[in-house]
């Protein structure tokens, strides 16, 4: 029997070696390439990486940041996903465990992470990524993770939903277009997984976080009037802080009406 501090470093380097592999989906998913073949190369010189400067997190370290065959910079994008990948591991191990549901939730915060940092790219949210999510959320639900099949099937219909019917009302109320598909979509597959008490959660979150950027943006004139904000980034970064920290809010929310 492994000790826990030992159970943590496993779960820590699990989730820093899938953060190599989802730094691969952000950059070819896009694309439509193969997320399999062929193996990584250099961006640059397109040279491929050997085996050894392949070994996630500490590659950038002895490498000193650049490509072992051009010399060009590795971006710093690479290491950074797999940090953050560990990391949430870590929240999600010391949040639920280690059993069945944390590996649920981990893939979740993979694939909230991979969506993030796609969106933020490609101002797209590829339907590969949200649609089997959806599935599979409906399913780790249903048979997993405490949420039960009624809330997640609620939680796809009413996150899609209301993403949806603010689609169609923005042009109205903002006079222009502010939610893609790739937006609904992904906030059904986000009530897949967390059912839909969470799923508003996230919604508030990702609208509140949201609106404080981008003013912020444009204050700064970072942002223009009209210029387009990806929305997909904060939604994944409500439903990051709705699966660990649902509890707390909900109940700070009903002490203040007590
Ligand atoms: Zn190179």
Not at 32 to 43: A, F, K, L, M, Y
Not at 59 to 77: E, H, P, Q, V, Y
Not at 163 to 183: C, H, N, Q, R
Request: net charge positive.
């Amino acid at each position: 029997m492994m000790d826990v501090v030992s159970l943590y470093i496993v779960w820590f380097v699990a989730g820093v070696v899938v953060g190599s592999f989802l730094n691969v989906c952000i950059l070819r998913i896009p694309r439509g390439q193969s997320v399999v073949r062929p193996g990584s190369s250099c961006p640059q010189c397109r040279q491929p990486v050997r085996w050894f400067d392949n070994v996630p997190l500490v590659n950038f370290i002895w490498l000193k940041a650049r490509c072992r065959w051009c010399g060009s910079r590795l971006s710093w994008r690479y290491p950074l996903v797999e940090g953050l990948n560990g990391l949430g591991y870590l929240a999600v191990a010391g949040t639920f465990g280690f059993g069945m549901v944390a590996v649920v939730y981990a893939l979740f915060v993979s694939v909230l992470l991979t969506v993030m940092m796609i969106d933020f790219d490609h101002l797209i949210i590829p339907d590969v990524i949200s649609l089997p999510g959806m599935v599979i959320g409906f399913v780790a639900s249903t048979f997993i993770v405490p949420v039960g099949w009624r809330s997640s099937l609620i939680g796809i219909v009413l996150g899609g939903g209301l993403l949806w019917g603010l689609a169609i009302l923005s042009p109205y109320l903002f006079g222009k277009e502010g939610l893609g598909g790739g937006d609904i979509k992904c906030l059904a597959m986000i009530g897949a997984f967390l059912g839909w008490p969470n799923v508003l959660l996230t919604l508030f979150l990702a609208s509140f976080a949201g609106a404080v950027v981008g003013v912020s943006l444009m204050a700064c004139r970072r942002l223009e009037l009209g210029q387009y904000l990806p929305f997909g980034p904060f939604l994944a970064a409500g439903a990051v802080v709705s699966l660990f920290c649902h509890r707390d809010i909900f109940r700070l929310y009903a002490d203040m009406f007590r």
